[in-house]
């Protein structure tokens, strides 16, 4: 079975995981450190905290504005992607603009959106859009500029027209660019809704996590924390599975796994 | 992209201009909210920021704490991505914290070092480092991991010890790909250091952004906002520079985890 | 061998300039239906220019290119290009048999079990039918090359533009694909006009082989060769008269290179003979 599999792949990482909780649990037990409660006081107060209405009030919206603007920052990005990659006028002219949105950092639009939309969903979703776009966008770009002339000449010859060879030669040519960028893209939406949610919220995991802080309430703040790794590591995974499972031909032509 | 020395966009400028005229035109002559100031205004008040010492100090911050961020997480991100990728007990035995704690945002982390260290220098420091230590980390990984068994062998065949051959082969050719790593850091570092101090820092542009849109200066905090961008796109075209020098030499490299662009 | 045929494709004083440099200087030739025509030269020469010229995906500096008196200005359906380099032109998302239909796809007059049916026709031709599904990749070089002919098979086209569609590959399977473009054309009565820098392969496959100059290039020599048909690998290359125009072929281009200047002097406008020193 897979899992047994990967366990035995991985003992001596699993066991040094192990001892490293065990040792904080007793050091924690020990203390009373007011920073770093016992791992039990963790797990428990995170199965006390999601596994009740909160999960509803506040890992629900955070899931489903990171969802949302997630999903239209990646129609957007791979389509204007496409284009902008195909078209070499287009992706001239925007080329300054697309290097600056990308080396600014994000969070900084937050207080333009707050301004601009207030602090509801519609911001938080605005915002995750205008930072995960910029990945995608420019991957997909990047993918769609480097499609084999090979390839484009035989589309070519065999009389496609331009949008055609855009949908059945540039854009699968890409796919492994544009997974690349929507990989990133999944990190931004992440920070992204935290973030905002940090600053302009009044529900949500990034706010949850900061309130607790604010009051105080230590192990509340690691069961966030806690479960925002969770979350992270598991849209991650799922993510790593949808690719390989799409970039199959990818993988198997360049003779490699992902790292 | 963004290399230097390569012929001015003079399509892609005009176009920028023309958004920027657009823009002003909206601002100065529509009916505009005040937080939608014209872009002359802005730069004015960046101008006079940075003159008058306001926005250059803040910056000056910020960048100071973000320098000696980049250095420590580039020491910590390499040394132990060294021990991971030569030493391969050493990768066992973390690799399933490494694998589980990577995909964690570093941002989630916040409100722990704000509760660690306060609002100061420190809890900036820790965030910028913890989250500019694991591209360097990774990309170094690969870097010694990659390392050409041919180009091992034949050092083995002449004599050189293992540390020997690590030293002069492996790290060498792990250069390209800790470049890489480290430009990713670079960025992800200027990013984070600014956003903890848009969430809750006491100085630096991020801080500055912030107390300026709480005290309704809107010119100002675009101004900040602009410098931060602007200084974004130069690191980020330099180290792109950098980069080219030291991977001028080296074959495809790049079909490594370290290929896209962040 | 070809039957004193009608002209299918005119090539008139075609040119082409990349800025200062002149890949392609003028070259002028007919190829006559069912011809096999071998464009032979040094590496270098703008072989590859002078097919992508031909077959309308490079627009010409100069001249024309005329097929059934209609002039090319852009891809015609009459006319498909193999590139060398199968890896970069076949499609890795797609199975074989996605491969060879990719052309019919968006051909409204015919049925899909048409389709079906041609690209079967296509890849049994080329010895492929225990590949049906399998992806380009996980076949070797000679087999991906196969496709890709398959691929321009069943497009039916009149004219096949192979661009040194065989220097990828080993020796022995350049032998066999060979004569599989032989076969293929003897079957599906194409006419081929095939570039390549190995002499021996442009003398082995051809009616008449086109002699390139080194760049900026013009067709040398048009050489007529008058051997048994169909080839052989054995026979046909031990026969003195395949040494012979190989030879002349090799002298030609040899010595070209040590005295353009002359050469172009003499022959800048059309090439009329052909030579015929075979008997």
Redesign the interface.
């Known amino acids: 079975m897979k899992l047994t599999r990967a366990i035995k792949n991985?003992w001596?990482?699993?066991?040094?995981?192990g001892l490293?909780l065990i040792a904080w649990e007793l050091l924690a037990q020990r203390d009373r450190s007011f920073?770093f409660p016992p791992i039990s006081t963790i797990f428990s107060t995170f199965y006390e905290v999601w596994f009740s209405p909160r999960f509803l009030e506040h890992a629900i919206p955070s899931l489903g504005r990171m969802f949302a603007g997630y999903l239209l920052a990646a129609a957007l990005g791979i389509v204007l992607g496409m284009l902008t990659g195909s078209i070499e006028?287009l992706y001239?002219?925007?080329?300054?603009?697309l290097?600056?949105?990308?080396?600014?950092?994000?969070?900084?639009?937050?207080?333009?959106g707050?301004?601009?939309l207030g602090i509801g969903d519609t911001m938080k979703v605005v915002l995750i859009v205008s930072s995960v776009v910029w990945?995608i966008l420019?991957?997909s770009t990047?993918g769609a500029r480097n499609v084999?002339?090979?390839?484009l000449?035989?589309a070519?010859?065999?009389?496609?027209g331009r949008l055609?060879v855009i949908r059945?030669?540039v854009f699968?040519s890409a796919?492994p660019?544009i997974f690349?960028?929507l990989?990133?893209g999944l990190?931004f939406a992440?920070?992204m809704v935290?973030?905002s949610e940090?600053?302009g919220s009044t529900n949500g995991i990034?706010y949850y996590?900061?309130n607790?802080?604010r009051t105080?309430a230590?192990p509340q703040?690691?069961a966030?924390?806690l479960l925002?790794?969770l979350l992270?590591?598991g849209?991650?995974s799922l993510f790593l599975w949808f690719e390989s499972k799409v970039l199959f031909?990818?993988h198997?032509?360049?003779g490699?796994l992902?790292? | 992209?963004?290399k230097a020395g390569r012929e001015f966009?003079v399509?892609?400028?005009?176009?920028?201009v023309v958004?920027t005229g657009v823009v002003e035109l909206v601002a100065r002559f529509g009916d505009s909210p005040a937080?939608?100031p014209p872009p002359t205004t802005i730069l004015g008040a960046l101008f006079s920021g940075l003159v008058s010492g306001e926005i250059a100090g803040q910056a000056g911050i910020t960048l100071l704490s973000y320098t000696g961020s980049v250095i420590v997480a580039t020491f910590l991100g390499v040394f132990v991505g060294i021990l991971m990728g030569a030493f391969s007990?050493f990768y066992?035995?973390?690799?399933?914290?490494v694998e589980?704690?990577?995909?964690?945002?570093?941002?989630?982390?916040?409100?722990?070092a704000?509760?660690?260290f306060g609002l100061g220098y420190a809890m900036r420091a820790a965030v910028t480092i913890y989250a500019a230590f694991w591209p360097l980390l990774?990309s170094t990984f690969?870097g010694v991991r990659s390392a050409d068994p041919i180009m091992i062998e034949t050092a083995r065949n002449f004599g050189l010890s293992r540390r020997q051959v690590l030293r002069r082969v492996v790290l060498p050719s792990a250069v390209p790909s800790i470049a890489t790593g480290f430009r990713i850091s670079a960025?992800i570092a200027?990013?984070?250091t600014?956003?903890a101090e848009?969430?809750a820092g006491n100085s630096g542009l991020?801080h500055f952004?912030?107390e300026m849109?709480r005290a309704a200066r809107?010119p100002e905090?675009?101004a900040?906002?602009l410098l931060?961008?602007?200084i974004?796109?130069y690191?980020?075209l330099s180290f792109r520079a950098i980069e080219k020098q030291l991977l001028f030499w080296s074959p495809s490299y790049r079909?490594?985890?370290v290929?896209?662009?962040? | 061998m070809p039957e004193n045929g009608t002209t299918l494709l005119n090539v008139q004083h075609i040119g082409k300039q990349y800025g200062d440099l002149l890949a392609v200087k003028d070259a002028t030739f007919d190829v006559k239906e069912s011809e096999f025509i071998s464009i032979v030269g040094p590496s270098g020469c703008g072989k590859t220019t002078l097919l992508?010229m031909i077959?309308g995906?490079l627009e010409p500096s100069s001249g024309q290119v005329t097929i059934h008196e209609q002039q090319v200005t852009?891809?015609v359906?009459e006319?498909?290009?193999v590139?060398q380099?199968y890896?970069?032109?076949l499609?890795?998302?797609l199975t074989v048999r996605k491969n060879v239909l990719?052309?019919l796809?968006?051909r409204s007059d015919l049925n899909s079990a048409e389709k079906e049916r041609r690209a079967q026709e296509a890849i049994q031709a080329v010895g492929l039918e225990d590949s049906f599904d399998q992806?380009p990749?996980?076949l070797s070089g000679g087999m991906q090359q196969r496709v890709a002919i398959a691929?321009a098979i069943a497009?039916r086209p009149e004219i096949l533009l192979l661009d040194e569609p065989f220097a990828s590959v080993d020796a022995l399977t350049r032998a066999e694909l060979e004569d599989l473009v032989l076969r293929l054309q003897a079957k599906f009565k194409i006419t081929v006009l095939l570039v390549t820098h190995d002499i021996d392969e442009a003398v082995y496959l051809a009616d008449r082989v086109f002699v390139l100059g080194p760049p900026p290039s013009v067709v040398i020599r048009a050489v007529t060769v008058e051997l048994p048909s169909p080839r052989s690998q054995t026979e046909t290359r031990s026969d003195p008269r395949f040494l012979e125009i190989r030879n002349e072929i090799h002298d030609l281009i040899t010595k070209d290179a040590q005295d353009t200047k002359d050469i172009e002097e003499e022959n800048t406008t059309e090439v009329r003979s052909s030579l015929s020193n075979v008997d």
């Open positions: 991985n001596s990482g699993l066991l040094v995981l490293a920073f006028s001239k002219t925007l080329e300054p603009f290097e600056f949105m990308r080396a600014l950092p994000h969070a900084l639009l937050i207080p333009v707050i301004l601009f990945p420019l991957n990047e084999s002339q090979e390839r000449d035989t070519a010859n065999f009389g496609l055609e059945r030669v699968p796919l660019m690349a960028g990989r990133i990190a992440f920070i935290v973030v940090m600053i990034g996590i900061l607790a802080q105080f230590v703040m690691f966030g924390i925002l790794a992270g590591f849209f991650n031909w990818h198997g032509e360049t490699q992902e790292g | 992209m963004g966009n399509r892609g400028w005009a176009f920028v958004i937080y939608l007990t066992n035995a973390i690799k399933v914290i589980f704690l990577r995909p964690v945002p570093t941002v989630s982390f916040l409100p722990l704000i509760l660690l990774i690969y960025i200027l990013s984070l600014i956003t848009l969430v991020g952004i912030a849109e809107y905090m675009y900040g906002i931060a961008g602007v974004g796109y690191l980020n079909s490594q985890v290929e896209e662009e962040v | 992508k077959c995906l852009s891809s359906p006319m498909v290009l590139f380099d890896s970069r032109s499609f890795p998302w990719f052309p796809k968006n992806y990749w996980q691929r497009f």
